[in-house]
Each structure stands twice: as structure tokens, then as C-alpha cells.
């Protein structure tokens, strides 16, 4: 007698290769490649960059080696904890996580624990998260959650164990109950705008499997989008029963889901900054420099005049008068003498004029190259950034 066992629920949320950090300061070194996606699914796709999670709810760091599992009824760790009470969860919502047995794990535990659904795999996605339910036991469902390297996207972890739960609460409806889900959850995504990332999330999450469309809407939708005037009633409500301030919940992701954006717009801006203050010294150096040639000019010109002047005789010297040009002013008639009085006067002038703009510009210059070297801390910040929200992500630079 053969027996054939169950095949398990796996829903993972996936993220998609970012392909564009993309803006003028970092557009020739930078290869993302476009929008973030989120995270979900019973292996959906994890998508987004995250922001700052709530300081009550940012889990410290731990191994990402993955630990022996605990038994069903062991009480839940302090990230854990953390992690769920940054989700607003109710008293079932946390019932339902804690039960799911939570972890935070690293990229390489991911790898290993959400593995092995259809093209979840794809080399330009990675996982973010994923619910393993056991059709036999509840008590065998589990929810993993990649904790990423850098402090800055803990943020998404919020996001990510809340798309998880609602996987898991998928899961544990009746099947009237997801006939219902099913019909809400269509009639909420024709409400979100079609320019809404989460629309391509949920593409990548199902993954061509039709019967797990509604299931990834219902994780999508409740972690993370908020529509003027909500969602039918009836999934508002649902929704509630999970958690206690979904709006907040949805703010938390959108916070998480810009820190990489804004990274990258601060280098952006940075970079702008640099460029603009390197094109102004570059000009004020080269008319600095043409200003010093005339000078040099003028004064070579003035040293042969004073040369032929005391070459002449007195009585001489003394019979020839000058008309001098100033620029922007009334000629001036004064004796040959008088004239190089006044010429060498206006040279000793501009010369110091010169030397103070040159002090000007040195210091415009070492303010550009400070300029410059923020720039590229700042690019390289959003870079390894974007890698860190992204491991498999195609990045140069």
C-alpha cells in the first residue's frame, strides 16, 4: 500500500532585481534596474526597499545561522516579540504569528528554508520571506523572515512578517470563508491605481499559478496598501481581526519601502551639489587665470613705458602729457609722469585684487573637492544600500 503525502502550502515573498538606483549623479555607475518589488506570497516575491523600523520593533541582530526548530508551544524570543508588536497585531493576529513559529533569518537560511516553488528561484529575484504551511498539522506551519544585513532596511522585516501572517491566516479560513476572501480581494485590487507597484508584486508572487492569485492579494493588500475610502467592508473587517491600526501598518511599508529611494536621491543631490560647485571654480579659476595674464600684460607693457620715461631727459619728459582710458570711467589728461604714477598705482590695486581672489577660489576649490568626496561616500552608501536590499541585484559602480 502506497501512501502519499500532502503536498505542503509555500508562499514566499520575493523581491526583484532593482536595476536602476538610477539618477543623474549615479546613472553611470549604477545598474539596478527599476522598481523594487515586495515581499510576500506563499512564496511571494519580496520587493521593496525598507525604511526604519519602528524602534520598539527593530529585532538586534543575531545569527542567520539557521537554529533547531522549537516545538510548536515554546514561547516566542524577544526580536520576535518586538517584531510583532511593531505589526499593530490583535490578540489573534498574534496568536496566529506566534503559532507559525517565526524566525528572522539571514539571505543564506532564506535560501534554504523557501526554496522550491516553481520559478521562485528566478536568478533576478530573491526572497524576502515566505510561510511553509503543512496541510496535515498547523501546528507544522512556519514563517521565516530575512533579516537584512543592514540596520537601515529592518524596517521591512514589519512589513514582510505581515504579509507572512496573512498567508498563514489564508490558510487557516474555512473554505467558505476564502470563497469570500477570494470575491473581496478581486473587487480591492480593481481599486488600487494601476501605476501601483503592488500590481507587478503580485504578478511575480503568483508566478503563473492562478489558484494562488487571490491568496497573494489578500497578504499584498492587507500589508501594505491603503486606498481612499478602504476596501469593501467585509475585508476591512477581516483585515481587523489581524490587526489593530492597518493604516499605521501601511505607513510603516512605505516608510521601509523608501530608504533606498532616498538614498539614493540624497547622492543624487550630493553628487548635483558637487558638480555644480566644481563648474563654478572651474569657471572663476579660468577667468582668474585670464585676469593674470592681463595683469601680467599690463605690467609688462607699464615697465617698458617707465623705461622709456626715465630714458628721456627731463626737460624732455616734461613737454609730453597723457590721456589715459580707465575702464568704465572718464578719460583722464595728466603730464607722462603723473600717468605712471597713476598706471603703477591702479597695477599695485589690481594686484591685490587678484591675490584676494585667488585666496577666494583656493578655498572655493578645497570647499568643491569636500563637495565631491561627500558625493561619492554618499554614492557608495546607496549602492552597497541597494545591494543590501537586494543580494542578487546586478549592481555597478
Known sequence: MTSFEPVPSRSRRRMPVRTAVGTAALLAAVALGGAMALWGGIVPPRGYDTGPAPSAAAPQPTSGTPAADAPPDAAPDAEVVALADAMFLTDEGRSIFFAARPRLVDADAIAVECAGVGDADASDLFTGGCFVGQALSRDADRIF???????????SMVSIAAHELLHAVYARASPMERAQIDRLVADATAMVPASDPVHEQIEWSVAGDEANRANEQFAYLGSQVAVAGGFPAQLEE????????????????????????????????????????????????????????????????????????????????????????????????????????????????????????????????????????????????ALALARAANPNAVIDG
Open 238 to 381: 477581516r483585515y481587523a481581526r489581524i490587526f489593530t491600526d492597518r493604516l499605521a501598518l501601511v505607513d510603516a511599508h512605505r516608510r521601509a519601502d523608501a530608504v533606498v529611494d532616498d538614498a539614493v536621491a540624497a547622492a543624487d543631490a550630493a553628487w548635483s551639489a558637487a558638480n555644480d560647485a566644481a563648474a563654478r571654480t572651474a569657471r572663476d579659476r579660468a577667468q582668474l587665470d585670464a585676469d593674470r595674464r592681463g595683469y601680467d600684460a599690463a605690467a609688462a607693457t607699464y615697465g617698458e613705458d617707465l623705461a622709456r620715461f626715465e630714458a628721456t631727459p627731463a626737460e624732455e619728459q616734461a613737454r609730453w602729457e597723457v590721456t589715459l582710458r580707465p575702464a568704465g570711467g572718464a578719460e583722464l589728461t595728466m603730464s607722462w609722469e603723473a600717468s605712471l604714477q597713476y598706471r603703477w598705482e591702479e597695477l599695485e590695486r589690481y594686484r591685490g585684487e587678484l591675490a584676494a581672489r585667488a585666496t577666494e577660489v583656493e578655498s572655493a576649490e578645497a570647499e568643491a573637492s569636500a563637495l565631491r568626496a561627500e558625493a561619492e561616500q554618499r554614492r557608495a552608501d
Open 145 to 155: 523572515v530575512l533579516r537584512p544585513d543592514d540596520e537601515r532596511l529592518h524596517g
